[in-house]
C-alpha cells in the first residue's frame, strides 16, 4: 500500500461519513522502525473483474446488477474527488466487494497513482506543487 492510499484514507475519514462509505474502514496503521510499514483495513470480496470471471463464467451481469454496480463505482468516484484527488487508475480490479453484512457495497482501492489537486491550474504530486500546462 503507497502513501497516498492512507493520506488519502486519512483526510476520507477525518470528513462527512457520507462521502467515505466506499473506502475501506481503518482498524490499524503504523511501522516498525528501519522495516516498514502496515495498514489493517477492512476485509473484502473480490474485486469485480475476478467476480465476472471466476463467479459468473465470463457471464454478463444482469441488467439491475450492472446499474447498480455503474451507480455505486461512480459514487467512489466521486467520492475520492470530492478529497481532492484523482484516482487515474479506473478499472474493475480496482472495486472490490464487500464481506457479510458489507456484500451490498462496492469499495474503492488502489491509490497508488492517484495525485491532490489543489486548483484548477495545480495539482500535487509526491508532495510537491506544480503547474498543470493546459
Do not use: W
Request: glycine share 4%; aromatic share 10%.
Amino acid at each position: 500500500m503507497d502513501t497516498r492510499d492512507i493520506l488519502l484514507l486519512n483526510n476520507a475519514y477525518e470528513s462527512s461519513p457520507n462521502h467515505r462509505r466506499h473506502f475501506l474502514s481503518i482498524f490499524d496503521r503504523g511501522d516498525f522502525p528501519d522495516r516498514y510499514n502496515y495498514i489493517i483495513l477492512q476485509l473484502c470480496d473480490c474485486n469485480l473483474s475476478d467476480l465476472r470471471t471466476e463467479r459468473l463464467n465470463g457471464a454478463d451481469y444482469s441488467r439491475s446488477s450492472a446499474l447498480h454496480i455503474a451507480s455505486q463505482t461512480l459514487q467512489g468516484i466521486h467520492d475520492v474527488q470530492l478529497h481532492h484527488y484523482y484516482h487515474r487508475d479506473i478499472r474493475s480490479g480496482n472495486f472490490v466487494v464487500g464481506l457479510n453484512e458489507h456484500h451490498h457495497m462496492i469499495y474503492i482501492v488502489n491509490f497508488s497513482l492517484s495525485y491532490e489537486y489543489v486548483a484548477r491550474n495545480h495539482r500535487l504530486e509526491h508532495g510537491k506543487k506544480s503547474a498543470v500546462s493546459e
